[in-house]
């Protein structure tokens, strides 16, 4: 599918402006001399926005997630392919962080940040940075390197480019998928949870669950979670420490919702482990050392540390028409010292650097609109009208020492060296930049043939601004320009349990900025817009579901012109991939989630043909998930559940000469849940990396990230 010509641009804007407003009267065209005859607009109930789809038979998924400013929506329903896991998924596979829960989608591969200890995801091969992932359909609250899972009641995941759903990101990263965390809430069932857990190398873990509604309707609800683990990690030598947690406060009225959500994060990790580069002489990937083998200096640390808060609104001014609002805001505090070894030698010969980065951050995300729905005859219309921004502030400094000679296989016990490069102020960094992505979305769903036939047509004006400073704070430079996203999708029912769907929808990053070597240096060369085309078909038995999808993402790559030495938008990263994915309960006690893409991520259109054709950097050409829970019948209580993930092959290079070989890793799982008189203790232990697989677990951003040795995880929780 081609990119839509401008006249289609146009012709969506002006269609939108015309659409009616609660209450107006649309004339028919005339027949000759017929009279006018009018067609009144019935409003009709709109679903809330706010409140999330309900769970999939099985409880391990929802078919449904929140796509931007229109809120919680079915996944039947929409032209876009999501999926939304489950506080019981979450606690069953005693997942702790968000790369835990994602790894059960084969469209997510996870991996570290460069050189430190943030979780960072690749959809459909392409890059999502911790920075951007929204929590309530908000950018700018949630913690950015490690969230933990315990803030969360839903990690839901949407497959593709998405800047007409959730708006250009902070950092813009996300042109293949957007992560979004929802809130805990308290049911009209009382909560109280006591849960203590332990891993086999002895990190322990203490938490709390309650939640409570109050007044004469249930109206007013609180909801607290609060989780402190401390100890040793699988890995050789490597401490954390843990501390999470976040009060939900909610009200829900005839007409009126609001909540109110405060957390706080701390995360320290101490001797840790982050990634391996290799050197520019190497003619082949290393083998991954032991899996607990830790090479990194025992003085590599971080310490982070969060505070956020989000208050939410909806008031039904009718049946038919919602307004909500939101707004919320984090301030993190990080400091750390990071050596990530570079490998030189086929022996594991590397040398290990030392940097100290003190970071700031101040984010505020706000958004506002309303939703609506009415006929215009026998047309149904859901509109949507929205505002979304981010306004974020960084700081930071370095200090940089000289490297020293380890080995990965072997390490040096490294000692910690003064630097010899500082750059800004370590005790109080500077202002190193200012972000400010706003936007205005328009969008309109009309339903056919009694909604077997919706058609969607929208589009998001983006206003982006960037000024970035030195480490001094002076001022370097500035970016700023606005564009229209479009967005086409089309959903049609041929029968009840069968939805077949179509889009066309872009991404939008900041452009980058021209390198010194080219003519047009320090000059930004504008923003980069990726394309999506999609087409696929969701199923929806009952008790059984999943999807099928077909995509194509074309993304532009920058290099310098050989003859004029301009720096600009040449190159593009076409990814073509076909998903797969299989969840509910096909049988009372056993349930799947399993889910597999394939996908070839070729660079075209390269500077002079080099490296035309070949595959981009750190993108596995197909992902396999089988996952699969088993109630015993013959042992009422007991769970068996197993996992296996199998990864292909991938490049860490462009010129595809260093390839990083296939994986798979296995895990398993047991609970147990033990009725106490009125209570219930639950029992599970699961085993992460069954046979202790020593494999480079990603490869994602151009440098190796290794996976995780066995770890048992043991734990015990008592509802009451």
């Known amino acids: 599918m081609s990119l839509p010509s401008p006249s289609w641009r146009s012709f969506t804007f002006v269609l939108l402006g015309a659409l009616p407003l609660p209450g107006a009267v649309w004339a028919q065209a005339p027949n000759n001399d017929a009279a ?17 789809t309900s769970a999939f038979a099985g409880g391990q998924v929802a078919a449904g997630a929140r796509i931007g400013t229109w809120g919680q929506r079915a996944a039947a329903d929409i032209p876009f392919n999501v999926i939304g896991f489950t506080a019981d998924l979450i606690d069953n596979q005693q997942a702790k962080t968000l790369a ?178 290799v050197g520019a002489g190497m003619d082949s990937v290393p083998n991954a050392p032991s899996a607990s083998t830790n090479y990194a200096p025992q003085w590599a640390n971080t310490q982070l540390k969060t505070n956020f808060a989000m208050l939410r609104g909806e008031y039904d001014m009718t049946d038919s028409w919602t307004a909500y609002a939101a707004l919320g805001g984090s301030n993190t505090r990080e400091n750390g010292t990071y050596g990530s070894p570079t490998v030189n030698g086929a022996d594991g010969a590397a040398t290990v650097g030392q940097m100290s980065v003190p970071y700031r951050a101040e984010g505020v995300g706000g958004q506002a609109g309303l939703r609506g729905a009415f006929d215009t005859g026998v047309v149904s219309h859901q509109l949507d009208l929205g505002y979304s921004s981010i306004y974020r502030t960084t700081r930071s400094a370095y200090a940089i020492a000289s490297s020293s000679l380890t080995n990965i296989y072997q390490p040096a016990d490294v000692a910690f060296r003064e630097p010899g490069s500082i750059g800004g102020d370590l005790d109080d960094p500077n202002l190193r930049s200012r972000t400010r992505n706003s936007g205005i979305s328009l969008s309109d769903t009309l339903g056919f043939l009694d909604d077997r036939l919706l058609l969607t047509l ?51 990053q900041p452009g980058d900025t021209a390198p010194t070597t080219a003519v047009n240096a320090g000059q930004n060369i504008g923003l980069i817009e990726a394309e999506q085309n999609e087409v696929g078909a969701k199923l929806d038995l009952g008790n059984l579901g999943g999807s099928l999808s077909l995509f194509q993402i074309e993304q532009p790559n920058a290099f310098i012109d050989a003859e004029t030495g301009v720096y600009a938008y040449y190159g593009e990263q076409r990814n073509r991939g076909v998903e797969l994915s299989v ?14 893409m394939w996908i070839n991520p070729e660079l075209t259109h390269t500077t002079d043909g080099t490296n035309q054709g070949n595959d981009a950097v750190g993108v596995p050409n197909y992902r396999v998930v089988l996952g699969s829970e088993w109630d015993i019948p013959q042992a009422p209580g007991w769970t068996l559940s197993g996992r296996a993930v199998r990864n292909g092959s991938q490049y860490l290079d462009a010129a595809n000469q260093l390839e990083v070989d296939a994986w798979t890793r296995w895990d398993l799982g047991v609970r147990y849940a033990m009725p106490l008189n009125t209570n219930t203790l639950t029992l599970r232990a699961n085993i992460e990396n069954l046979t202790d697989e020593n494999y480079w677990a990603s490869a994602t951003g151009g440098y190796l990230t290794q996976g995780e040795p066995r770890t048992v995880k043991l734990s015990a929780a008592l509802d009451f």
Do not use: C
Request: aromatic share 8%; glycine share 12%; proline share 3%.
């Open 458 to 508: 929208g589009a998001r004006y983006q206003d982006i601004e960037v000024t970035n400073y030195s480490y001094e704070g002076e001022f370097d430079n500035r970016f700023s320009d606005t564009r229209l996203s479009p967005v086409y999708g089309i959903v049609v029912k041929p029968t009840d349990s069968l939805s077949l769907y179509a889009n066309h929808i872009e991404a939008l």
């Open 100 to 277: 835990d829960v994602l790894i059960n989608d084969a469209s997510v591969q996870s991996g570290f940040g460069y050189g430190n200890f943030a979780e960072k995801f690749q959809i459909r091969g392409f890059e999502l940075d911790g920075d951007d992932i929204s929590y309530g359909g908000l950018y700018g609250v949630l913690p950015r390197q490690v969230v933990a899972t315990n803030l969360a009641e839903r990690v839901e995941l949407f497959k593709g480019a998405n800047a007409f759903a959730n708006g250009v990101s902070p950092s813009g990263s996300g042109v293949g998928g957007a992560i979004n965390i929802e809130p805990k809430r308290a049911a009209d069932e009382p909560l109280t949870q006591l849960t203590t857990a332990v891993t086999d190398s002895g990190y322990v873990e203490s938490g709390v669950e309650l939640g409570r509604r109050f007044g004469t309707e249930n109206q007013f609800g609180v909801r607290t979670s609060i989780e402190r683990g401390r100890g040793d990690s699988a890995i050789d030598n490597e401490e954390q420490r843990a501390t999470s947690a976040v009060v939900g406060l909610d009200y829900r009225g005839e007409r009126g919702r609001a909540s109110l959500d405060i957390g706080h994060q701390a995360h320290t990790i101490q001797s840790g482990r982050s990634v391996v580069h």
């Open 36 to 52: 006018l005859e009018t067609v009144t607009v019935i409003g009709e109930a709109t679903a809330r926005g706010d409140t999330p």
């Open 583 to 596: 969840y509910g309960e096909p049988m009372e006690g056993w349930r799947l989630l399993s889910s597999a």
